[in-house]
């Protein structure tokens, strides 16, 4: 079946660049996802890229895919204190169904 | 607009004792989705419905777990008799469309947080 995979965690200074990455198994994924979670809280869509689509930058937020290699990044530019959280990076897996990774808790220090 | 809502938000049982969840969805809203989120892990679907069909249900473990949608909106999930493996958060999601051609976004609630001792 689809696998999802994550680097677990990730620290970066206030005002620097936090890069997330993902791969995956299944190439036939139309969209591709970020979702954000915050303590205590349920996932949050933060944004998606469509199967046919190398890059999209949305604000601070640019997302990379290489299909060839089966790699989706995520790029927060001046990450925050509050951009701490988690973040799956999740795959449709047929018929609406979503598969995720683990998710990469970003850890945000001054 | 009202996001999905859960309940109970937290819920300690022991093992072999039974639990239910309850979830409505956002209005309008065809596919819902239960999801188990073990701690340290990402979400699993257990189980698909569209309107009040199962569209997925391959990894619902159907020997303690069951759910129903009966009127095509609101949903219950049961586990019974519980196990010490099934603690962890049971996320609820909604979506208005189904299949291809959409972007699929997933709506969650905050979860219902099972702990079995």
């Known amino acids: 079946g689809e696998d999802v995979e994550q680097s677990l965690f990730l620290s970066v200074r206030e005002g620097d660049s936090s890069v997330i990455n993902c791969t995956y198994t299944?190439?036939?994924?139309?969209?591709l996802y970020w979702y954000k979670q915050e303590p205590g809280a349920g996932l949050q869509l933060l944004t998606y890229?469509?199967?046919?689509?190398d890059m999209k930058q949305d604000q601070r937020l640019t997302v990379l895919l290489n299909k060839k290699d089966k790699h989706l990044s995520l790029r927060i530019a001046d990450t925050q204190t509050g951009d701490s959280a988690i973040y799956f990076c999740?795959?449709?897996?047929?018929?609406?169904?979503?598969?995720f990774g683990a998710g990469t808790r970003l850890a945000v220090h001054p | 607009e009202a996001g999905v809502a859960q309940s109970p938000r937290y819920k300690i049982i022991e093992k072999r004792q039974s639990v239910a969840f309850w979830c409505n969805p956002i209005?309008?809203?065809?596919?819902l989705y239960w999801y188990q989120q073990i701690l340290g892990q990402g979400p699993k679907l257990l189980i698909q419905?569209?309107?009040?069909?199962?569209?997925?249900d391959s990894q619902l473990p159907k020997d303690r777990f069951s759910a129903e949608r009966l009127k095509g909106v609101d949903s219950t999930l049961k586990i019974q008799p519980a196990k010490l493996e099934d603690s962890a958060v049971y996320l609820c999601?909604?979506?208005?469309?189904?299949?291809?051609?959409?972007?699929?976004?997933?709506?969650f609630g905050e979860g219902s947080r099972l702990t079995v001792l």
């Open positions: 999601a909604s979506s208005s469309k189904s299949g291809t051609g959409n972007t699929g976004e997933l709506f």
């Open positions: 299944d190439s036939s994924s139309t969209y």
């Open positions: 890229i469509f199967s046919n689509m």
């Open positions: 999740a795959v449709s897996g047929g018929y609406n169904k979503l598969i």
């Open positions: 209005s309008g809203h065809a596919t």
């Open positions: 419905f569209q309107n009040n069909g199962v569209v997925d």
